[in-house]
């Protein structure tokens, strides 16, 4: 299909690839989503639908005044986002945060995409750079992005991609955790979206259990990548072998840390560390470890994993596993309207850019979306004020990151949304505040804040 009626071109059917359709479809552009699943596979996706979570199944925080994630679903919400609608369809318990049903989740996107009269999805692959009678394209091809499609980039820009591990939390079969050792509890009891303050199995370990559970991790027979052993992690995904690696208290410190919990089988005892499974289907039969991101060779996350109390006859749905992302230098890359400066035609989305997270990259995708859109139909749409979430991301990526003298551009990374990206605001003590106003107070009187205002320049923009 060529591209004289202005037909966007959208390469990849993951979380962005998939909201940039549904936004720019909505504005009443005609849409073209081109995912290659099931004709070729990758490495990390397991079904040929549109949006699928190849890792957890949690979009994180879902308050959306004290917390950036948060506020980003809110924003999106706000936008028509066809990924917040479909997970907000499809959520699990999972205290404060939103955590939704995988499959049920995928369907509900790829469903809502074959139906728009203005989306044709096409199952095949575009290989290398697109045709160039594509003159509106936005390539989403997330962190799994083809070698042929990175080499057509760098073939116009002279610039490295950046690369960096993720990885993959095992899943476990529920009937096979004993739940006279386990119990449910959120943390601090705290009920998020469709919970009740019990949406979390937990797994106490003493001190000596522990030590153990350390050991076994740090003498573990792990996957070698050999020539992927100097790609740089991104510390929101650490393997847990890593993590161990930097002391032995750093996992107590990290997804096992033992706090806001009380073990009901021992309620005077503290647990020295604590291993927590969310649930990870509608039916409840399927629990993920949450923060258990591996590279350990698939016999040795059996055994080692055993070794946590209640799981002792762990029957594992998935283990755990790392494939390799790439990203890129976006600050150098890209324009203020994710445009690549060597092709403007071409815009990014999602993971390629240098966000990390699901709503991250669908966000971007949202923005971008809607910027192809504007570019196709004529329209004076411009990326969202820097006060929001999405436009602190966009500006992030696209300048906001600071570069590292010595190291340059290299030294960009793979960002969260948090309010570290925000614009400094104004507030003030609130008139029923008693006491003196400082920490914890005075942090959370700022997040509010911002969120208010994020929330109000949002509205400008939509």
């Given at each position: 299909?060529?591209?004289?009626d202005?037909?966007?071109?959208?390469?990849?059917?993951?979380?962005?690839g998939?909201?940039?359709?549904?936004?720019?479809?909505?504005?009443?552009?005609?849409?073209?989503?081109?995912?290659?699943?099931?004709?070729?596979?990758?490495?990390?996706h397991?079904?040929?639908?549109?949006?699928?979570?190849?890792?957890?199944?949690?979009?994180?925080?879902?308050?959306?005044?004290?917390?950036?994630?948060?506020?980003l679903?809110e924003?999106?919400?706000?936008?028509?986002?066809?990924?917040m609608?479909?997970?907000?369809k499809?959520?699990?318990?999972?205290?404060?945060?939103?955590?939704?049903d995988?499959?049920?989740?995928?369907?509900?996107?790829?469903?809502a995409?074959?139906?728009?009269?203005?989306?044709t999805?096409?199952?095949?692959?575009?290989?290398?750079?697109?045709?160039?009678?594509?003159?509106n394209?936005?390539?989403?091809t997330?962190?799994?992005?083809?070698?042929?499609?990175a080499?057509?980039i760098?073939?116009?820009?002279?610039?490295?991609?950046?690369?960096?591990?993720?990885?993959?939390?095992?899943?476990?079969?529920?009937?096979?955790i004993?739940?006279?050792?386990?119990?449910?509890?959120?943390?601090?009891?705290?009920?998020?979206?469709?919970?009740?303050?019990?949406?979390?199995?937990?797994?106490?370990?003493?001190?000596?259990?522990?030590?153990?559970?350390?050991?076994?991790?740090?003498?573990?027979?792990?996957?070698?990548?050999?020539?992927?052993?100097?790609?740089?992690?991104?510390?929101?995904?650490?393997?847990?072998?890593?993590?161990?690696?930097?002391?032995?208290?750093?996992?107590?410190?990290?997804?096992?840390?033992?706090?806001g919990?009380?073990?009901?089988?021992?309620?005077?005892?503290?647990?020295h560390?604590?291993?927590?499974?969310?649930q990870?289907?509608?039916?409840?039969?399927?629990?993920?470890?949450?923060?258990?991101?591996?590279?350990?060779?698939?016999?040795?996350?059996a055994?080692?994993?055993?070794?946590?109390p209640?799981?002792?006859?762990?029957?594992?749905?998935?283990?755990?596993?790392?494939?390799?992302?790439?990203?890129?230098?976006?600050?150098?890359?890209?324009?203020?309207?994710?445009?690549?400066?060597?092709?403007?035609?071409?815009?990014?989305?999602?993971?390629?850019?240098?966000?990390?997270?699901?709503?991250?990259s669908?966000g971007?995708?949202?923005?971008?979306?809607?910027?192809?859109?504007?570019?196709?139909?004529?329209?004076?749409?411009?990326?969202?004020?820097?006060?929001?979430?999405?436009?602190?991301?966009?500006?992030?990526?696209?300048?906001?990151?600071?570069?590292?003298?010595?190291?340059?551009?290299?030294?960009?990374?793979?960002?969260?949304?948090?309010?570290?990206?925000?614009?400094?605001?104004?507030f003030?003590k609130?008139?029923?505040?008693?006491?003196?106003?400082r920490?914890?107070?005075?942090?959370?009187?700022?997040?509010?804040?911002?969120?208010?205002?994020?929330?109000?320049?949002?509205?400008?923009?939509?």
């Amino acid at each position: 299909m060529t591209n004289s009626d202005q037909t966007i071109h959208v390469v990849g059917g993951g979380l962005a690839g998939s909201e940039a359709a549904w936004q720019a479809a909505n504005l009443g552009a005609k849409v073209v989503l081109h995912e290659m699943r099931p004709k070729r596979e990758t490495d990390a996706h397991q079904t040929d639908g549109l949006a699928e979570l190849v890792c957890s199944n949690s979009f994180r925080s879902d308050d959306h005044q004290y917390n950036a994630v948060g506020l980003l679903h809110e924003e999106m919400r706000r936008c028509n986002s066809i990924i917040m609608q479909s997970a907000d369809k499809h959520k699990l318990p999972a205290g404060g945060a939103l955590a939704v049903d995988r499959d049920a989740f995928s369907n509900a996107v790829t469903e809502a995409l074959e139906a728009h009269p203005n989306i044709t999805i096409d199952r095949n692959e575009v290989a290398g750079l697109p045709p160039k009678d594509w003159s509106n394209v936005i390539l989403a091809t997330g962190p799994l992005t083809s070698p042929a499609l990175a080499e057509g980039i760098q073939s116009i820009t002279n610039a490295d991609s950046l690369s960096f591990f993720d990885a993959i939390a095992p899943i476990i079969h529920k009937d096979s955790i004993n739940m006279d050792i386990v119990w449910a509890q959120s943390r601090y009891d705290k009920a998020g979206p469709g919970g009740t303050g019990a949406d979390y199995l937990n797994c106490p370990m003493d001190e000596e259990q522990y030590n153990a559970f350390i050991d076994a991790l740090l003498e573990g027979d792990k996957t070698e990548f050999k020539e992927w052993e100097d790609v740089p992690y991104f510390d929101g995904c650490l393997p847990i072998e890593v993590m161990a690696e930097r002391g032995r208290e750093t996992l107590r410190f990290g997804p096992m840390k033992p706090v806001g919990l009380t073990n009901p089988n021992n309620p005077t005892v503290k647990p020295h560390a604590i291993v927590q499974l969310r649930q990870d289907n509608a039916l409840g039969t399927l629990w993920n470890m949450v923060g258990f991101q591996t590279k350990l060779k698939y016999g040795a996350q059996a055994d080692i994993f055993r070794l946590i109390p209640g799981l002792e006859d762990a029957q594992f749905a998935r283990l755990g596993g790392l494939h390799r992302n790439t990203f890129l230098n976006s600050p150098e890359l890209l324009d203020g309207q994710l445009r690549l400066k060597a092709d403007p035609r071409l815009r990014f989305a999602g993971q390629v850019t240098g966000v990390e997270g699901y709503v991250e990259s669908a966000g971007l995708g949202l923005v971008v979306g809607r910027l192809a859109a504007a570019d196709a139909l004529g329209l004076d749409i411009q990326t969202p004020p820097k006060t929001t979430a999405m436009g602190a991301l966009v500006n992030h990526i696209t300048g906001g990151h600071l570069a590292d003298e010595t190291n340059g551009i290299k030294s960009f990374q793979p960002m969260n949304v948090n309010f570290g990206l925000f614009p400094p605001v104004e507030f003030s003590k609130p008139a029923d505040h008693v006491g003196r106003w400082r920490g914890p107070d005075k942090a959370k009187a700022k997040k509010l804040a911002m969120t208010t205002r994020a929330l109000v320049d949002l509205e400008g923009w939509i």
